[in-house]
């Protein structure tokens, strides 16, 4: 069974960092492009970034240069390290790989 289970939102201030995490199990991601995508409240889904199989990694414009994806095969896991957070970086954060989803988990950053 394909379980994605995210975990390291919560609620930061704008300018402060959070790290997300994806835990992959029943398939191993490394064939694979695996990343991330968000949904503000009231809004459709974007894309935010993703990491091939190769170990290439793209990002939104929206967060180039402050969001960092990466990965770890030996425990089967992605990260995104985000800094710099601002308002509109609010959302629910799920990981996403081939039509597997994860249960998402909410970033909020507001002072």
């Known amino acids: 069974q394909v379980q994605l289970v995210e975990s390291g939102g919560g609620l930061v201030q704008p300018g402060g960092s959070l790290r997300l995490s994806c835990a992959a199990s029943g398939f191993t991601f490394s064939g694979f492009s695996i990343g991330w995508v968000r949904q503000a409240p009231g809004k459709g889904l974007e894309w935010v970034s993703d990491i091939q199989s190769t170990g290439s990694t793209y990002y939104a414009d929206s967060v180039k240069g402050r969001f960092t994806i990466s990965r770890d095969t030996t425990k089967n896991t992605i990260y995104l390290q985000m800094n710099d957070l601002k308002p509109e970086d609010t959302a629910i954060y799920y990981c996403?790989?081939?039509?597997?989803w994860g249960q998402g988990t909410q970033v909020t950053v507001s002072s």
């Open positions: 996403n790989a081939l039509e597997y």
